[in-house]
């Protein structure tokens, strides 16, 4: 089965859940246009408040939110706490656009293109807004967990927009400042991409009442998983032959979805993807820390230049830079990275206190989401 | 007594400890310069992040919010709501002046004029969680009242988002389009001004346990109170000789804050005001939605053409407005308006529970708020 088919199979089965959810909360809302843009956004009405089916993102966050909490017979119960996740993943995308200035996100012309900047930026603060209100409904059910919950995911919901501004930090620094380092770079992405997929399956485990040494498991799963993910993000935006990433044209922020990441690796549905994007994009990611870390003295001086430049880079510059890459252990470096990530989440599973069955079923999300590069 | 001084005296003894409360907040997080932006915004630090002591606003909120606390014995467990509402309202002012453009906040760059306007927006987005942050503070002390007022928090500052869109709405809207209406325009300064002003008087009576009898009394002495302020705004911005009000010269959003608002009818501080500024920026506040509702139809024409303008208007425009309101009930149907909410929170003085020199108190506050117009 292709990696896109087994993330479907995988948690689409819990995607008319969460979005029926979604949708009840926005229906409940005033009538105001604001609602319609996050309804627009998250694919279920076109720009003119008609409902549609459009592809929203994978869903992937709630999905295995929904999934860790099956496994201790609370799914129902975590219903809320899922579709906040989401509300919250898709208000840091609404921002993110703004942000990266990109014009698209899967595929669809993003909110505050349509609608213009002032309301990108408004609906997203009332959509974070949304997510604690989602979160809020749990209250009545769950006095005790509900302050537990609040807290620990409005933590997490800040860490991530900690990894926005380590982002915007590390972009603005020329490639020598001291703070442009590997572990910087890594606590940029675990901040920014890895938090939130942490928190969905720690989260799952907190609404089940779970014990902290098995909270700790779940959190460790999901926080590697992550970084694994993006790491490979990264190998494939320099890498891939397609340039098959989940990255559009821009900015990589908060793992864009523009080409859903449930086709990556499939190559008939390959559509404007720009091979090594990343680096025309100067992207100061893994590969290229390691490479300026570990390239000769001149050639790091050519490196530094070419990363100094304002512009796009040439084809002649990137063609180049592949070519140290190339030359260098950048790609294996990266690779025994994501590796160790991935290692993490998958002894992590084993720690936990579900069946068999259950640990088989996340070790498939694992092998799903992170198939062997070729 | 002058209004600015009555103010001080009546809210500057709670700035201290709200103050520290934030300080403390901040310094508990990391130390990226995200939240160096914060403490610079609001007034603790200069840009580069020196402690310094500049005006951040005049602390109403969470003054309002204490001083009701401590009529009914609990001004100190009112402590984290106070300073929750204030770094709310801080960060909304803080993507206010990116919607706006507006360079200049309490006479300082704005966030995003230092910083740029991503890291504006995600500052704000930090902001807007470290709210929430500091009110689950209390869910150890308070575990029945913490989910209580965090639904409730969390659903005015959404009506206060609201109220933006609403206020992007209207300005976007030709003055003859139905929904540019005293009503709608009613329904925007309530959300956008008085709603976190209703909302610090209810939350204080919520944290101390008082009856839903009581606390809608707080809510109604709050949101009336506010929009009589926000009236009361609109009518000095055309009206007053000095052009003195808190809106800077840009547009008026969130209770600008510029020229502070303690500074009202202080005629020696007057600084860079604009007279009839209002007019210049063709806000559509009560005076103008009156006038035009009231106004011969050849005028009304010539008014609706005046406020189609995409520039700034000209003197010679903005004195033939003033021609007009003058000539009209305008000026005498806002006072109107303005007297129906004054004396609408005055009334819920009476409701209250609390003994005569509290409520004494809190008329004052009415009245240092909203001295008689000249």
Redesign the interface.
């Known amino acids: 089965m292709k990696s896109s088919d087994k993330i479907k199979s995988l948690f689409g089965i819990y995607n008319n859940e969460v979005e029926e959810e979604i949708k009840n909360l926005l229906d409940s ?2 009538g ?3 609602y319609k843009m996050m309804s627009y956004f998250l694919g279920f009405l076109d720009e003119n408040s008609q409902p549609i089916n459009s592809y929203g993102g994978k869903r992937f966050r709630p999905g295995l939110c929904l999934m860790i909490a099956e496994m201790y017979g609370k799914r129902k119960e975590a219903l809320e706490v899922a579709a906040a996740i989401e509300i919250y993943h898709n208000f840091t995308l609404i ?1 993110d656009d ?2 990266d200035n990109d014009p698209l996100r899967r595929g669809r012309p993003t909110v505050w293109k349509i609608w213009g ?3 990108g ?6 959509q ?3 997510a ?2 989602e979160l ?1 409904k749990i ?2 059910r769950e ?2 967990i ?2 537990i919950l ?2 620990f995911l ?2 997490k ?2 860490e991530v ?2 990894g ?3 982002d ?2 590390l972009a603005d620094l020329p490639l020598d400042d001291e703070f442009v380092s590997e572990e910087n770079y890594l606590m940029m992405i675990r901040n920014k991409t890895s938090v939130l997929v942490g928190a969905a399956a720690k989260a799952a485990g907190i609404i089940s009442g779970v014990d902290d040494r098995e909270q700790k498991s779940l959190w460790e799963y999901g926080v590697n998983l992550g970084l694994a993910f993006q790491l490979q993000d990264d190998l494939l935006s320099i890498w891939s032959d397609s340039g098959q990433t989940s990255k559009t044209k821009e900015n990589d922020s908060y793992e864009k979805e523009t080409l859903p990441m449930l086709k990556l690796y499939d190559t008939s549905e390959q559509t404007g993807k720009i091979k090594a994007n990343d680096i025309y994009e100067k992207k100061k990611t893994l590969p290229i820390i390691r490479l300026y870390e570990t390239i000769d003295q001149d050639k790091k001086i050519e490196l530094m230049q070419i990363y100094s430049q304002k512009r796009r880079l040439s084809d002649a510059e990137v063609g180049q830079v592949i070519n140290w890459l190339n030359s260098s252990d950048a790609h294996e470096y990266t690779r025994d990275k994501l590796k160790y990530y991935k290692d993490k989440s998958r002894l992590s599973v084993d720690k936990l206190s579900v069946g068999d069955g259950d640990k088989s079923k996340l070790l498939e999300v694992i092998d799903a989401l992170l198939p062997d590069l070729k």
């Open positions: 809302q005033s105001f246009l604001m921002h703004i942000e900047i002032n309301h930026i408004n609906t997203g603060d009332a974070l807004i949304l604690n209100l809020s209250a009545d006095a005790m509900f302050p609040s807290n409005n933590k919901f800040l927009v900690e926005q501004f380590l915007f930090t």
